[in-house]
């Protein structure tokens, strides 16, 4: 697989982003998910939609303002990004594990994107 992260840039506080996520290959057996990474910080694992997008889960941090949808037929992750603080600003992956279910990831991940860089500052 390839994924191919959009959407980053700079927004102020309480602004809104999306994020894309392109996916290239056979991935209707992948789970995928979104990390990010802030300076200084270990990357964590923020949302993931397991294959069929029915399924889907969320980091505390971000639940009631983070929404991840997939879209099979584009081959396509979104993040819906509302409410964004400070704290949210890093580089932003898309990653895909080689499972149904997003449990997947607590295996690995079998493939990386390259990032997008979100700020959020005033």
């Known amino acids: 697989l390839q994924l191919v992260e959009s959407g980053g840039g700079l927004v102020q506080p309480g602004g809104s982003l999306r994020l894309s996520c392109a996916v290239s290959?056979?991935?209707?057996?992948?789970?995928i998910a979104w990390f990010r990474q802030a300076p200084g910080k270990e990357r964590e694992r923020v949302v993931c939609?397991?294959?069929?997008?029915?399924?889907?889960t969320y980091v505390d941090s971000v639940k009631g303002r983070f929404t991840i949808s997939r879209d099979n037929a584009e081959n396509t992750v979104y993040l819906q990004m509302n409410g964004l603080k400070p704290e949210d600003t890093a580089m932003y992956y898309c990653?895909?594990?080689?499972?149904?279910?997003?449990?997947?990831?607590?295996?690995?991940?079998?493939?990386w994107g390259k990032g997008t860089l979100v700020t959020v500052s005033s």
């Open positions: 990653a895909a594990a080689s499972n149904y279910y997003c449990s997947g990831f607590n295996y690995g991940v079998e493939y």
């Open positions: 290959g056979f991935w209707e057996h992948y789970a």
């Open positions: 939609v397991d294959s069929s997008g029915g399924s889907t």
